[in-house]
């Protein structure tokens, strides 16, 4: 059967890959301690599996409206009013299964063959495969290290061409950890005010810093009308499996939305809004204690990576992932990723699978037990050691 020439440009997200080739290695009697994969080590609230077990049982299985529920969406609206500090109508809420969904849709949308989106590198690799896929050109933006992984406004200013179309930024960031301050997203949005870009937040670690604060650009005067934010349940709600999300945007956008909606799902799922709604408005101290533990892990784990020869690694400000730069080890990033889960049992990700600018780096997930996080960090020196 011969393919489409378009998926020759489609792209794909390593954590999966390197998940299946640690899970192959388990097979055959390796330990492997899994730092790869982005997904907390929790169990979903009991609250909101339980608000599911009772819509399930009430026979809230039927489709629903393509955008969403229409309490859920003013659910949604009423929470990002209140943590943004804007105001959102349910008009402007549409709900996804997962916040993927609204990535693929909110590019297909807003560009086309031939216009530029730039995107932060390193950075979540579905962007950069979206944008190919949809026939624009993806332009990198550099996270710097020592900006702590913010980037230079000038860099920024420089990748402005007449073909811009939109720019993708995401704060908290996967896979460094790193925050934006409020004067990045200021001059992010004066940039895409005077050259009338498009802007798509994924805000999905919102909920996830450690001692400080998030800062969305939706906050920032004169940019919601030009702006998709997206978030979701997977990582602050532990909700991987159940695929939740939401995107935030302009009514005319959100009706096109719910277009490709109907086109491509049809809906999401009735019974995992219920349980969506209740993950919103219930009770957040499972929440708040992750939170908490997975900030004692980061000390950990980063006190760890700074412990290993040719290793160094900032402290990340949110999410649940360090990204300890490795060219003191004199490897390739693939190479040492590679070797440590061969060699030494320890998953971890390539620097290389987030961008040319994550070249030099690790990424390893600290959504794992403190005991875990221990070991690899031994395992990873006994490893290299060895060579």
Not at 76 to 103: D, F, H
Not at 380 to 387: D, G, Y
Request: neutral net charge.
């Amino acid at each position: 059967m011969r393919l489409a020439k378009r998926m020759e440009r489609l792209g794909t997200e390593s954590a999966f890959e390197v998940l299946a080739k640690a899970k192959a290695l388990e097979a055959q009697g390796k330990e492997v301690v899994h730092l790869q994969i982005g997904e907390p080590d929790f169990d979903t609230p009991a609250n909101i599996t339980e608000a599911a077990i009772k819509a399930l049982k009430e026979g809230k299985t039927h489709y629903g409206p393509s955008a969403g529920l229409p309490a859920f969406r003013k659910v949604i609206a009423e929470y990002i009013s209140e943590t943004r500090k804007i105001e959102v109508k349910p008009e402007e809420v549409v709900v996804t299964p997962g916040g993927k969904p609204v990535i693929y849709f909110a590019l297909t949308l807003l560009v086309q063959e031939g216009d530029e989106v730039i995107y932060p590198n390193p950075g979540y690799p579905i962007y950069e495969s979206v944008i190919n896929f949809s026939g624009a050109k993806a332009i990198p933006l550099p996270l710097l290290e020592k900006k702590n992984f913010r980037f230079e406004i000038e860099d920024l200013k420089n990748l402005i061409t007449p073909r811009t179309k939109a720019i993708v930024i995401n704060s908290p960031q996967n896979p460094t950890g790193g925050l934006f301050e409020p004067e990045d997203l200021k001059a992010i949005a004066d940039i895409c005010i005077k050259n009338d870009i498009y802007i798509f937040a994924d805000e999905i670690y919102s909920r996830i810093i450690y001692g400080g604060e998030h800062h969305s650009i939706l906050s920032v005067p004169g940019v919601k009308d030009r702006t998709i934010m997206m978030d979701g349940f997977s990582k602050t709600y532990a909700m991987t499996g159940w695929r939740l999300g939401y995107g935030i945007m302009p009514v005319k956008v959100a009706d096109q939305m719910a277009r490709l909606m109907t086109n491509v799902n049809s809906c999401t799922a009735t019974f995992t809004q219920i349980a969506g709604m209740e993950g919103l408005t219930g009770d957040q101290t499972e929440v708040e204690n992750m939170v908490k533990e997975f900030g004692k892990r980061r000390d950990i784990i980063v006190d760890g990576m700074n412990s290993i020869d040719g290793f160094r690694c900032n402290k990340p400000k949110g999410a649940f992932y360090v990204f300890p730069n490795i060219e003191g080890t004199g490897m390739r990033s693939k190479e040492l990723a590679d070797y440590l889960l061969e060699e030494g049992g320890v998953a971890g990700l390539s620097g290389a699978a987030f961008g040319k600018y994550g070249e030099g780096f690790l990424r390893f997930s600290y959504a794992n037990s403190v005991k875990n996080i221990e070991k690899a960090i031994d395992m990873i020196k006994a490893a290299l050691k060895k060579r």
